[in-house]
């Protein structure tokens, strides 16, 4: 598993061997990932699916409403 920079991990998420979680990315809290996540998106569900596209500035994701 590889998690790159700026990427958020709620509680009791489960990732597979092999999964790379993209920079900026944010796993959903009881999501299961079992393909690569993007960079910039919100993922949740099992198995996880994009929920959402956002902009990261200074770390901090913006674009939610």
């Known amino acids: 598993v590889i998690i790159k920079k700026n ?6 998420v489960s990732i597979l061997p092999g ?3 993209g920079e900026g990315a944010i796993v959903a809290s009881g999501s299961v990932v079992t393909k ?3 960079a910039n998106t ?3 569900g099992i198995p ?4 959402k596209e ?9 674009g939610f409403k």
Request: aromatic share 8%; no cysteine.
């Open 19 to 21: 999964v790379t979680i």
């Open 36 to 38: 690569d996540v993007p």
């Open 54 to 62: 956002f902009k990261m500035e200074d770390g901090i994701p913006v």
């Open 48 to 51: 996880a699916k994009v929920i």
């Open 42 to 44: 919100l993922v949740g």
């Open 7 to 12: 990427a958020w991990i709620a509680i009791s």
